[in-house]
C-alpha cells in the first residue's frame, strides 16, 4: 500500500514566487494534516482537514498561506508570495480517523531565495 | 516557554548501552504522548505511544509516562547504531487530533 505523496520533493524558487505544494493522503484515511519543520521552530502544525474540511487552521502563519482539500485523495498547499522565512521542510500526513496514528509523507523540502 | 519540552542534545550512548529520553509538557489537558524517531533527511515514524500513567514496553523500547510531573521519557535498550536518529516527542489533547512536538533531541550510538 503507497504511503503518504507528496510533490515536489525539492523546490526551489524566488522571493515573491508562488509555491504549490501537493499531497495525497493513504486510501482510506480522512484526516490529513500539514506541518512545516525548522530547526529553529521543529515541527508545526499548520492546518488539519477532516474529511476535507479545514478543522484547525490557526498555524497558519499568515495570510500568504493557504490551504485546500478540493476531495479526500488530494490537498494543497500554497504560498504567495512567497519569501525567505519560508524555507523549511513541509510534510503532509494522514490517519484513518481521529486519534489514530498519524503517518508522515517524505516531505518537500523549499528553499526560497 | 513551548508546551512540550526537550533536551535538544545531541546525546551519545556507547553500543548496547540503555539510553534514555526525556520530555516535559506544560499542558495539563494532554492525554496521549507521542514518540516519533526522525531519520536525517527522513519524515518522522511513529514508535511509541503511551496514555496511562506507567511503563510501556515495546521490544527494546520503553516508554514512560508521569502524569503528576508532566514528564514523558523513552528508554531504549541494547541500544544499535542505527537507533541514531533525532527523537521527537509529542502531546495530544483528548478530542483534538492536533499533536504538539517538542524540538526533538538528536541521539548518536557510538560503536
Known amino acids: 500500500d503507497a504511503g503518504v505523496i507528496q510533490s515536489p520533493r525539492h523546490e526551489v524558487t524566488e522571493m515573491g514566487q508562488e509555491v504549490t505544494l501537493r499531497c495525497k493522503p493513504i486510501s482510506g484515511h480522512n484526516s490529513l494534516f500539514w506541518y512545516r519543520q525548522t530547526m529553529m521552530r521543529g515541527l508545526e502544525l499548520l492546518i488539519y482537514f477532516n474529511n476535507n474540511v479545514p478543522i484547525d487552521d490557526s498555524g497558519m502563519p499568515e495570510d500568504r498561506f493557504s490551504a485546500k482539500m478540493p476531495n479526500a485523495s488530494f490537498s494543497t498547499l500554497k504560498i504567495q508570495p512567497s519569501e525567505p522565512r519560508d524555507s523549511a521542510v513541509y510534510f503532509c500526513a494522514s490517519s484513518r480517523a481521529t486519534q489514530e496514528t498519524q503517518y508522515f509523507g517524505p516531505g518537500t523540502r523549499l528553499l526560497v531565495l | 516557554q513551548k508546551e512540550v519540552e526537550q533536551n535538544s542534545g545531541p546525546l551519545s550512548v556507547p553500543e548496547g548501552a540503555i539510553a534514555s529520553l526525556n520530555c516535559t509538557y506544560s499542558?495539563?489537558?494532554?492525554?496521549?504522548f507521542f514518540w516519533y524517531r526522525q531519520y536525517s533527511g527522513k519524515s518522522p515514524e511513529l514508535i511509541m505511544s503511551?496514555?496511562?500513567?506507567g511503563d510501556k514496553e515495546d521490544g527494546r523500547f520503553t516508554a514512560q509516562l508521569n502524569k503528576a510531573s508532566q514528564y514523558v521519557s523513552l528508554l531504549i535498550r541494547d541500544s544499535q547504531p542505527s537507533d541514531s536518529a533525532t527523537y521527537l516527542c509529542?502531546?495530544?489533547?483528548?478530542?483534538?487530533?492536533?499533536?504538539?512536538f517538542g524540538t526533538g533531541t538528536r541521539l548518536t550510538i557510538i560503536p
Open positions: 499542558d495539563r489537558g494532554s492525554q496521549s
Open positions: 503511551i496514555y496511562s500513567n
Open positions: 509529542a502531546s495530544r489533547n483528548f478530542g483534538n487530533e492536533k499533536l504538539t
